[in-house]
C-alpha cells in the first residue's frame, strides 16, 4: 500500500523550530520530487519547497526562505522540512506530496499526498 505520512508538528512559540518528516511506505522516495505545501482554513494549498530527485531545491514562498530548509534522506525513505525562526503565520496544515518528474509549485500536478501535520505557533 502506497502511503505517505507527515509528522513533527505540534505547538512552538514563536522563535522556536520544529522539524516535519515526511515518510513513504509501499514505495521509495529516490525516484520523485518531493514538495511540501501548507494550507490555511478556506485557501488554497500553497507551494512552500521542493526538493528534487537531485537534491537540488526551489522555495516557492518568500517568507521561508532562510528559515525552512528541505533534505531527503533516500536511505531512510523520507524527506524533512526543518523550520526555524517560527512565526504565527506559520501556522498552517503542512502536507507532503510526490511528483514524478520536475517539481512544481502547483498542488494539482502532484500524485500521492499525506494527510498533513498541523503546526500552531502561539505565545
Not at 516535519?20 to 514505495?27: I, V
Not at 518568500?62 to 524533512?80: E, L, M, P, Q, W
Amino acid at each position: 500500500q502506497v502511503q505517505l505520512v507527515e509528522s513533527g508538528g505540534g505547538l512552538v512559540q514563536p522563535g522556536g523550530s520544529l522539524r516535519l518528516s515526511c515518510a513513504a511506505s509501499g514505495f521509495t522516495l529516490d525516484s520523485y520530487a518531493i514538495g511540501w505545501f501548507r494550507q490555511a482554513p478556506g485557501k488554497e494549498r500553497e507551494g512552500v519547497v521542493c526538493i528534487r530527485i537531485s537534491g537540488s531545491t526551489t522555495y516557492y514562498t518568500d517568507s521561508v526562505t532562510g528559515r525552512f530548509t528541505i533534505s531527503r534522506d533516500n536511505a531512510k525513505n523520507a524527506v524533512y522540512l526543518q523550520m526555524n525562526s517560527l512565526k504565527f503565520e506559520d501556522t498552517v496544515v503542512y502536507y507532503c506530496a510526490t511528483r514524478i518528474g520536475l517539481c512544481s509549485e502547483h498542488f494539482r500536478r502532484y500524485d500521492y499526498w499525506g494527510q498533513g501535520t498541523q503546526v500552531t505557533v502561539s505565545s
